[in-house]
């Protein structure tokens, strides 16, 4: 009879089937057994690992557990072809002498087992009883098994159902016929394609069990004489294959199809295509490989692939050759241990290259060796470790897009006594390090580490163009060139410490000079900006010098400028402006002094100022009047006087315009100006109102008299505007024309 109570199974123990004579208390006990409850946990039984577990709970009540009894208690777990025991619990009264628990015969008691038996295929449909054997008095009985449940145990069977197990069969041949063979005695039937009571090659054939009709070989048939060789798959008890079988039902090697003739089922493994086992404690597969395996280890053609139930977030792939595979694809874990290699990914990271499994109970693990990590986050993204000699070389690829890798070196001791994947112990463990960093630079020295950083100290700092640095990186710096050391420029010069002080540059030029790259390069920027400040100082000199009216000073300084001024940077107009202006005022002020030694304060300062009054001699009318333009007469008065007279010409005006213009050439300080001048003196005509403008300032007097070499008269031009407004006729009158 069974109780049920939430979550769990509830027998009662029947009533012992043999009378038990001779002893009152144990017969006694049978016969209120159904006052015993047994509880079962799990209800169904379920495979954990490669495991089953189950856990039963035993109440007996007040009154029925005599004081010299022993009971021992053991589940035993029955299925086809065999039975295997969990645990036994034994349990004694309160007078018995011994080591286990003690059940009151007053109050009764509640008493648990709990133990667990490694799975086998054959255990998938079971059933439980609980086995009993009392004792007292030196008597003991056996109490028929009592079922405490039954039922099929879900294996899981990996990519199940998956197109990795699917087999393209060819379309049945015409003039052909299926038939169907069982082999009753025998437990199987073959269902084929036959022609002329023969077997067909390359036909679709199925061989299943009976009465259940699992299926044990499918696929397609190879070669049908003596034997039977299929491609497809075969379900055998560790699990499903994928490939080509040779298959026997006789004694004599062949296969027959009469049952009578038949014997078991032979099934031979040829070549492995796929492979899922039954049941495994992680999910399993071992597939050919023409690409993966090669690139975790050379020469192998298969990969072992698994969900580490450990570690339940990684997973393992194994590579493996051919004849390992065919030996051993039943014993997963003799190919677990095999491993030599190994690629192993996590949700942090990914890892390729050599291991050493070791057994950890139930599981294997595997210590990582040599090869190469591959991190998802954090301050690395690769780790590879490499043996060299008797070093290992530990090569950091660094997240940081400034930083390229990092490596470090230590000896075989050193390297045995941590943990392959810490990288901090790494760290705290070797003084010096090698660091490439992605500009092509390098450094190789002592560090510290902060806050999980690499941070170089004392060493050697070499850049890509052959600029070296040896002493401390880690502290100050001026315009980005380390300055607590020595530099050797690529160019063989060395120089000591802060060698950018003596450029004496500003703060500003210094950031720009940190945004060089070498060493090398800072120098020859800092060489211009030192030009450009000697340059600008004496720009600022002159400045101040024109300023104040010291124009021979500030001469000085703006030609001091002019030699100094660096290529790139362009002429200043300003400056050449005011050379000019002092150029023309010096000339100014020579011409007054001259004029002055020579005529005298005040004719001299009149005609500094240009001006030309009667009675001043021709020789000073010539010094302030161009007399080109002007066309002269001479005669003699009836007195006998010399008279010479010079009348502005018209007709004169354009040579006079190309002179002027040719000045303005020789002294202009651009290409622009040239040919702007040019144009102008080659269109006159067409800037004939700026050619008037221009001669009317250069032509204050248009008609000038002489006696005896004196000035007599003198009309300046604003008594000739008719002889300009003529002049202008004409010349719009050519443009017109032109």
Request: glycine content about 6%; hydrophobic content about 30%; proline content about 3%.
């Amino acid at each position: 009879m069974k109780r049920f109570k939430e979550g769990t199974v509830i027998i009662t123990v029947i009533t012992c089937l043999v009378i038990l004579t001779g002893c009152g208390g144990l017969s006694k006990m049978a016969k209120n057994a159904k006052n015993v409850q047994w509880d079962v946990t799990p209800e169904k039984l379920e495979l954990r690992d490669d495991s089953l577990e189950v856990e039963i709970t035993v109440t007996f009540p007040s009154k029925y557990f005599y004081k010299l009894a022993l009971i021992e208690l053991t589940p035993v777990l029955e299925y086809k072809d065999g039975e295997t025991e969990f645990a036994s619990k034994t349990v004694q009264g309160e007078a018995v002498q011994g080591n286990c628990e003690i059940c009151s015969f007053a109050n009764g008691g509640t008493f648990k087992t709990k133990s667990k038996i490694p799975f086998e295929y054959a255990m998938r449909n079971y059933k439980l009883v609980g086995r009993i054997k009392a004792s007292m008095k030196g008597k003991e009985y056996i109490v028929p098994d009592q079922e405490l449940t039954s039922g099929q145990i879900y294996v899981k069977n990996l990519n199940e159902g998956d197109n990795n197990f699917n087999v393209s069969k060819p379309q049945v041949e015409r003039r052909t016929k299926e038939k169907i063979v069982e082999y009753q005695k025998n437990g199987y039937a073959v269902k084929y394609i036959s022609k002329k009571k023969m077997m067909v090659s390359n036909q679709p054939i199925s061989i299943y069990s009976i009465p259940e009709g699992e299926m044990i070989v499918d696929g397609v048939t190879k070669d049908v004489n003596p034997w039977i060789d299929v491609y497809g798959v075969w379900a055998n008890k560790y699990g499903r294959i994928k490939g080509t079988f040779r298959v026997k039902n006789s004694e004599s090697n062949i296969f027959t199809l009469i049952p009578k003739k038949a014997a078991d089922l032979s099934v031979n493994v040829l070549d492995i295509n796929y492979y899922v086992p039954h049941y495994y404690k992680t999910p399993i597969t071992i597939a050919k490989s023409e690409s993966i395996a090669p690139t975790i280890q050379s020469g192998m053609t298969y990969l072992l692939t698994l969900d580490d139930a450990k570690h339940s977030k990684s997973k393992i792939e194994i590579p493996l050759n051919k004849d390992r595979v065919m030996k051993s694809y039943s014993d997963i874990d003799k190919l677990l241990l095999s491993a030599e290699r190994a690629k192993i990914t996590t949700t942090e990271y990914s890892f390729v290259g050599q291991v050493e499994p070791k057994k950890n109970g139930i599981f294997v693990d595997y210590i990582q060796k040599v090869g190469k990590r591959t991190y998802k986050a954090g301050p690395y993204k690769e780790v590879t470790i490499e043996k060299a000699g008797a070093n290992y070389n530990i090569k950091l690829i660094c997240n940081d897009s400034g930083i390229k890798n990092e490596t470090l070196s230590l000896s075989s001791d050193d390297f045995s006594k941590i943990e392959w994947w810490n990288i901090d112990e790494y760290l705290k463990n070797t003084k010096n390090i090698d660091i490439q960093y992605a500009n092509g630079n390098s450094f190789n020295g002592t560090f510290e580490v902060n806050n999980g950083r690499v941070k170089p100290q004392i060493g050697v700092y070499r850049y890509v163009n052959g600029d070296v640095f040896k002493g401390d990186v880690s502290g100050k710096t001026t315009g980005g060139a380390f300055i607590e050391g020595t530099t050797t420029f690529a160019d063989k010069s060395t120089a000591n410490g802060n060698w950018l002080d003596k450029y004496q540059l500003t703060l500003s030029q210094l950031f720009e000079i940190e945004k060089e790259s070498t060493p090398t390069a800072k120098r020859k920027l800092a060489e211009e900006k030192q030009k450009e400040n000697v340059y600008y100082s004496y720009v600022k000199n002159g400045d101040n010098a024109f300023q104040s009216q010291k124009y021979e000073d500030a001469k000085r300084w703006y030609e001091y400028a002019q030699n100094a001024r660096p290529d790139y940077i362009g002429e200043d107009k300003k400056l050449n402006e005011r050379l000019n202006y002092i150029k023309e005022t010096v000339e100014k002020e020579q011409k007054r002094k001259r004029l002055i030694a020579k005529y005298g304060q005040a004719k001299g300062t009149k005609l500094a100022n240009g001006i030309l009054e009667i009675g001043m001699t021709k020789q000073m009318a010539e010094e302030i009047v161009d007399h080109s333009i002007y066309r002269v007469s001479k005669s003699r008065d009836y007195k006998g006087n010399s008279i010479e007279v010079w009348e502005y010409d018209p007709n004169k005006i354009l040579p006079a315009f190309n002179n002027a213009t040719n000045e303005l050439i020789d002294g202009s300080s651009s290409g622009e100006e040239v040919l702007a001048i040019a144009l102008l003196q080659a269109f006159g005509g067409a800037f004939e109102g700026d050619l008037k403008r221009h001669m009317r300032n250069k032509v204050n007097y248009k008609y000038i008299k002489f006696r005896n070499n004196t000035v007599v008269e003198i009309r300046d031009h604003s008594d000739y505007e008719d002889i300009d407004d003529s002049y202008n006729d004409i010349m719009n009158s050519l443009m017109w024309d032109f």
